[in-house]
């Protein structure tokens, strides 16, 4: 596609419920990125993905959150048992290679956690 | 550890005025890049300007313009004439390895 594209928009869901986002990266692109963007904050790395693995998962902040690239075109993050606190704009970024600073930012999911 | 400071929560500018963005910056890695991203409300960051580290001219697209100081860690971003489309929140970040490393973000307004 013509850039990121993120999927859904906003999310709502409740306490302890599972969540799925999803990420469509531009066509081509090898490099991906899951970012979290808190409240009055700017983006936090969370993972970065060259192809279908997981070249840097050090961000991700516990082991309810998880990250997939099957094919190594869209990208899901998963977090399961959510908690309020888990409310932000959650970002996709991707890359040709991964190299210089030809990035692009997808519009975010805005989940909240009511 | 590897930080982003920007202490300008919120900025105004008159409409065709100029304003400049404040950014501070450490890390200890001596190869990286630095960023200006804008992110308006649709909440995409979109790249205003970059500066790789190792380039000592200061980095120019259109009205925006950084002063890089290495050694000072600084990076501020200067808008000339600004315009009513540039309100949005500016975001400072460096990338090293495969992380950006963001500030907190400037708001700024700009008044007609």
């Known amino acids: 596609g013509a850039g990121v594209s993120q999927t859904p928009s906003n999310k709502v869901t409740e306490k302890g419920k599972y969540v799925e986002l999803r990420c469509d990266p531009i066509s081509g692109h090898t490099a991906l990125y899951w970012y979290r963007q808190s409240l009055g904050q700017g983006p936090e790395f969370l993972i970065y993905?060259?192809?279908?693995?997981?070249?840097?998962d050090s961000g991700l902040p516990n082991d309810r959150f998880f990250a997939v690239r099957p094919e190594g075109s869209v990208s899901t993050l998963k977090i399961q048992r959510t908690e309020r606190g888990d409310s932000a704009v959650y970002l996709c970024a991707s890359s040709y290679n991964g190299q210089g600073a030809g990035y692009t930012f997808g519009s975010g999911t805005r989940l909240t956690v009511v | 550890a590897q930080t982003v400071t920007q202490s300008q929560p919120e900025m105004s500018v008159q409409e065709a005025e100029t304003v400049t963005l404040s950014c501070t910056y450490d890390t200890s890695e001596n190869n990286y890049y630095l960023f200006w991203y804008k992110q308006p409300p649709s909440r995409q960051m979109i790249l205003v300007i970059r500066q790789e580290a190792y380039k000592q001219q200061n980095a120019t697209e259109n009205r925006f313009s950084v002063n890089f100081q290495k050694a000072a860690k600084s990076f501020s971003l200067k808008i000339s004439d600004s315009q009513l489309g540039d309100t949005a929140m500016y975001f400072c970040?460096?990338?090293?390895?495969?992380?950006?490393?963001f500030g907190t973000g400037t708001s700024l307004t700009v008044i007609p």
């Open positions: 970040a460096f990338r090293t390895g495969n992380q950006f490393y």
């Open positions: 993905f060259q192809g279908t693995g997981a070249a840097d």
